[in-house]
């Protein structure tokens, strides 16, 4: 029998599901405060992954965050986050009704964001997953940065050296630079656009780019409601620079390769094409050639298997692991998806849950389109990667590790 009531508030109905939790919309049994929303975490979820949740809440506490109510006890003994309710939705609804924002709707999204992001890196607290659907906004349409399931701790009060080498705030900061360059293209703003494109970096560049959001223009009040009179340019994603020039042979071979192989099930035989593929990508010293003539093992299992993509163009992990997903999620093989997505993203959460409903009768939602991937930009051993203007998602975070490269998130 399903709860109804929960350490002093009563359950009124379920806002969203995700691999970690249930949200719920809640309201106190006592007094007279408006409703809260309860995060009622799931058996699978360690304490310890809440517990660093609530400690980066409590870090990040002040303006533009959301607001960490209490942490109450759940019925299996478990913890159970009691967060402030925002009535205005997200950003990410906000796009999907709208299609369009105005520039000063912009500034005001953005700018605080920001800010937002540099205090919390200051105070030791990396996001981990800065994009539409963890950006809420109150009844006023002031912006606020929730969703921090995915967050990790550093040191607080580090010199921005330090900063510009921890890996989760370069993360948050490349993230940010996607999403930034997408609504400013969208709005118009091409040059601050090129910029968040392609000059996010951790350290000061949080602040310096609020500071010039705000001298490009007035901030406007965000539109809920899809009622702007002002003219209206559609959201487009970013459009990237030009990478380096680079040997082209390879990745031409790949993109043709994977766009052939694209409509068959992933079997053996695929398997086999896509290991010889990766042996294109990391094998050193050789060119196009001599790596084609080393033959690939095919396989005895029927699921995609493919090596570790260690090669240092991120461009051509890409394809590669795109390809990979597609197998894996073909073949309904979650266990695979280890050797494409990194190891507790957000990514592998996604990829795990479209398996799952797949399994269950449901119907698979589109798979990243390869185009004519893009690299935006690079810092350190993470990449975004733009997929073309045409695909969902518009790119992909990656991160190099001793494995080599692995998908963090899909930024859409």
Known sequence: ??????????????????????????????????????????????E?????????????????????????????????????????????????????????????????LALTLARLHAAGVAHGAVGPGAILFDAAGSPTLACFGRASLHPSGQPIARLEVEQAVIDDVLAFGSLASA??????????????????????????????????????????????????????????????????????????????????VWVAAGAALLAGLVALVVVPGGGPESAARTPAPAPTASVPVVAPVTADDPVDAALVLLSAREGCIRE????????VDQAGSAALDDDRALIASIAAGEQPGDLPTIGEPVLVQRLGDSALVSLGPDSEPASLLLVKGEAGWRIRDYVK
Do not use: N
């Open 332 to 339: 309904l093989d979650a266990r695979c998806l280890e050797i």
């Open 1 to 46: 029998m399903p709860l109804d009531t929960l350490a002093g508030y009563r359950l009124l109905r379920t806002l969203g599901s995700g691999s970690r939790a249930d949200v719920m919309l809640a309201h106190p049994l006592r007094g007279e405060s408006g409703p809260v929303v309860l995060k009622l975490y799931g058996p699978a979820v360690a």
């Open 48 to 112: 310890g992954s809440v517990l660093t949740e609530v400690e980066a809440l409590t870090r990040a506490a002040g303006e533009h965050v959301v607001r960490l109510v209490d942490v109450v006890p759940a019925e299996d003994g478990a913890l159970a986050l009691v967060l402030e309710r925002l009535a205005g939705g997200s950003l990410a609804r906000l796009l999907a009704a709208r299609q369009s924002l105005r520039a000063g709707e912009a500034v005001t999204i953005l700018a605080p």
């Open 183 to 264: 609504l400013l293209e969208g709005a118009g703003a091409t040059e601050l656009a090129r910029r968040a494109a392609t000059e996010a970096a951790p350290g000061d560049w949080l602040v310096r780019f609020a500071d010039a959001l705000f001298d490009h223009g007035e901030a406007l009040p965000v539109d809920l409601e899809g009622r702007a009179e002002v003219p209206v340019v559609r959201v487009v994603p970013v459009q990237a620079a030009v990478p380096a020039a680079e040997p082209e042979v390879p990745r031409r071979r790949i993109l043709a390769e994977l766009r052939r192989v694209r409509p068959r």
